[in-house]
């Protein structure tokens, strides 16, 4: 099995013919979306179909133009000599065009077309109505346009994925898992169940959300409907308390993080097809590690506090706190800034510039939450055999969360740490086979020597090697 880093680039001397040609078809579904989003009216019957088609075509006609006929194994050569992978004018631009996308997006709808009770949708909103009604019976709003281009996203540069990085069957396994749990549970069954209960049928938008991820789970709006809609509204309420209380622990007791992270979440989805070719941006200096823990932990308390004082809110049948509106001073300053502002305008606005899992590492309530159970009660590991590492660098380059991956393997020591979302990358990446994802007992999971590495057990993610 071929596990090493081609050193034959099919970019090296710029693009070729077939993957200029698949640029081109891409841009064109582009560019039909930026034309719309412009105000032009197009006919959404053709138009719709026709983007999404050209989308889907340009990106499975570019992944093979580079990774089809190369041999196995990841290719990751020239990334810091392009000004896309390398914070580039390219990148910087990108960047830019997706935060001002995310902007108007979460607070500007109307300038995207979305219309109001007495008028109907135009621009790129209503280039999706047809889309809309075909599955909710409703005109399209800003959500329904974000999550389907969201699936698109993932779906594409998922493909992508899969063929960078065929050799290995747990990213193929893994990543199969992203765009499923995307396609079905956060698209087309929130969709179809939205269609068939009407305005019951949100409860399904949250059929992968849990708190603290859900932060307005708790919120005095959201549990009346829960407990007034019926054997839906209580079968949520029940599953979402039940997912977080008893799920996630038991979960991530066998699996770590990752159970979630990255065979699950939409935000992992995107941060690992769409995202992957930004992943070594991601900053490896010990004082971002700093950075991280605070930020990431200090979100999960900010979040605690904000429930506990919407819970006392509700029972208590009180809209103020200490005198303090709990909607003004509470909930929406966290929704606007946490829920808005960061997981969706930075979070995915910034890949090319801070790695794609800026999010993740640095805000993510539910990660920090499942990361005190990897780091603390879990069988999850990431085994080293020191004497094998070469110091290429390849595991630490790669790494999206910023983990020092060789300062471990050069040591022989185990990672244990909160915010590994158990990728298996710096696995993938590495040439000699030092870095292996396990399940094993917590006996050894802090294990320094490197003599006792070679004697915990065999790799397994959900029963699944990370070689073929």
Not at 403 to 408: L, T
């Amino acid at each position: 099995m071929n596990n090493s880093i081609s050193i034959a680039n099919p970019d090296s001397a710029g693009l070729n013919l077939q993957q200029k040609l698949a640029l081109a078809t891409g841009s064109i579904g582009i560019l039909i979306l930026l034309v719309s989003i412009a105000g032009v009216n197009l006919n959404s019957n053709i138009f719709l179909p026709l983007s999404i088609a050209m989308l889907f075509a340009g990106a499975a006609w570019y992944a093979h133009a580079s990774y089809g006929k190369q041999p196995e194994g990841i290719k990751n050569n020239g990334v810091y000599h392009a000004a896309l992978t390398n914070k580039g004018a390219i990148a910087w631009i990108i960047g830019i065009v997706l935060t001002g996308f995310y902007v108007l997006l979460y607070w500007f709808p109307a300038s995207l077309g979305l219309a109001n009770e007495s008028s109907s949708n135009t621009g790129i909103i209503a280039l999706f109505d047809p889309l809309s009604q075909f599955f909710t019976g409703k005109p399209a709003d800003q959500w329904f346009v974000y999550g389907t281009l969201y699936t698109v996203a993932i779906l594409a540069m998922g493909y992508k994925f899969l063929l960078k990085y065929r050799h290995n069957r747990y990213q193929i396994i893994r990543t199969l898992s992203v765009m499923f749990f995307q396609l079905f549970t956060a698209y087309l069954i929130p969709q179809i169940l939205e269609g068939i209960h009407d305005d019951k049928a949100y409860f399904a938008k949250d059929i992968k959300n849990m708190w603290p991820l859900n932060h307005y789970f708790f919120e005095s709006w959201h549990l009346d409907n829960m407990l007034n809609g019926g054997s839906l509204g209580m079968f949520y309420l029940v599953f979402g308390i039940f997912l977080f209380a008893v799920g996630t622990p038991i979960l991530s007791y066998f699996y770590g993080k990752r159970w979630y992270c990255s065979w699950v979440c939409g935000c992992g989805g995107l941060a690992e097809t769409a995202g992957d070719p930004f992943r070594h941006n991601s900053t490896k200096t010990l004082r971002s590690w700093k950075i991280e823990r605070w930020m990431v932990h200090g979100v999960l308390l900010l979040i605690t506090i904000v429930t506990i004082i919407v819970l006392y809110g509700y029972f208590t049948n009180s809209d103020r706190f200490l005198g303090l509106s709990i909607y003004e001073y509470f909930t929406r300053p966290y929704g606007f800034v946490i829920g808005a502002a960061f997981s969706g305008v930075a979070g995915v606005g910034f890949y090319p510039i801070l790695g794609n899992r800026v999010w993740c590492r640095f805000g993510c309530p539910l990660a920090a939450y499942i990361g005190l159970f990897q780091r603390f009660k879990s069988r999850f590991r990431i085994t080293t055999n020191g004497d094998q590492c070469i110091s290429c660098g390849n595991c630490s380059t790669y790494c999206e969360m910023g983990i020092d991956v060789k300062a471990y393997a050069q040591r022989g020591q185990n990672i244990v740490r909160s915010s590994c979302v158990g990728c298996g990358i710096c696995s993938a990446v590495c040439p000699r086979g030092v870095l292996k994802l396990e399940n094993g007992p917590e006996e050894g999971r802090f294990n320094h020597n490197p003599e006792l590495v070679g004697k915990l057990h065999e790799p397994k993610a959900f029963g699944i090697s990370d070689q073929k």
